[in-house]
Structure formats: structure tokens, C-alpha cells
């Protein structure tokens, strides 16, 4: 992109790395500026790779932008402030949020996963109506590599009393490898977790870190559909 190009000077909110100052193409729209979020901040462990799982909102009202229309029409002043939330994902009827926002970064490709309902299931997605249980799986590893080495209803993620818990559900072992070199067996009955726990599934070699985050308020626009258009070079740091 030609620097000549129109920009706007704004003031982003990407988690709790509070008005970070950005230089973005005026003619790109909400979409692509999430995108180039991504980009840049990757090094904020719980912030997904996929733009559709957030959407920017005016940080004064809380009014989300216009998904399909530039920036440059959304009457957005310079250094106007945006804040960048999580979209609001659908959970089972019935079922209780966790107290804390609870992520599963997975180690070798860094996908992120957000626990949102519990008790969240670690497995493979029923292939049929016979092969499930009513409860669907929250963190589905068919697709990765060695997924099929994963049991269907492999782990249960939980909480009591506000700490999130750990259980397996299979004989497919399963192993907490915890800061110091302590690696606990996770077997029947709920293990405590801590922060940056490591859940390594022996048979598959699929290992998760273990994020916490405190509850925040997520706001509307739940149900919006996003789809990214990747763009070279729409955000600049100032």
C-alpha cells in the first residue's frame, strides 16, 4: 500500500493492552483492521488466529462498527478509541459459564480455544446422533493430525468453587505437567488447575497450555457475522 493513501490516527484496546496507538488505512474495513490486530499483538497468548471470533466496538458507547463499511464512513474522529471484544459464542441449554475466562492454547500450531460453557469436553465431535451423548464437544481434535488417537469424551474441563478443574473421562492417558518439572496423572476424580499448566494427551502428543483471565463484560452483537479480507499493510504502529 502507498503511504500517500488516506489513514486515520485511532486508539485501540486489545485486551489489557489498553490505547494502542495504530495508523490504519481509512478505506479498509472493520474486518481487515481486526485481522492486522491479530498480526501484530501475537504475542498476547489467549487471542485467537480467526477474525471472525471478534469484533471492534466504539469505546465510549460501545456501539460495534459496521462490519461491511470502511472506516473512512463510520464517522470515526481522529484518535477516536476502539476496543477489540469476543464475540458472545452460543453454549448448550442448561449449562453453567465458567467465573473466569478460561482458554486452551494448543502448543505446536497455537490455536486458542475458549472454554465458554462447563463442564467443557476435550475430545472428538460425534460423527452421528448414536455416537453422542447430548453433551457436544467444546475443543473438537479430530481435525488435528493424530486426533483419531483422541478419545471422543477424552477430558472435563470444570470449576468448583471458582478454580477450574481437570478430569478424564477415558483410559487414554493424560498428563498435567505443571511449572518445576511436577507431572500429575490426570485420572478419574477433578484436578485442580493453575495458570500455565501444560495438559499434555499422551497417545496423540496434543498438548494445551492452561490461560485464566478475569470475567469481563463482552458487550452486544452477538450472532454478527464477520469474514476477513486480508490486506497488506492497513495498520501502521505510531
Known sequence: MSSSQARLDL????FDQVEQPASVLSKIKPPQLIEAIIQEFREIQYLADDPAQYYLARAGDGTPLE????LSRQRLASGARL???ERTL???????PF???VYLREQSLGKVYRLVWRPAIVGRRAESPSQGDGQPVAVDLQPFATGLRVSRRHLSIDE???QPTVENLSNNPAFIQRAGGVQIPVEAGKIPLQAEDIILLERSQIAFKVLFLPEVEQGAAEGMAAT???EADVVEES
Not at 11 to 14: A, Q, S, Y
Not at 90 to 96: C, L, S, W
Open 90 to 96: 452460543a453454549a448448550p441449554a442448561g449449562v453453567q
Open 11 to 14: 486508539l485501540i484496546d486489545v
Open 67 to 70: 462490519e461491511d463499511v470502511e
Open 83 to 85: 476496543v477489540l471484544h
Open 160 to 162: 468448583r468453587d471458582g
Open 99 to 101: 467465573s473466569r475466562r
Open 228 to 230: 476477513a479480507d486480508p
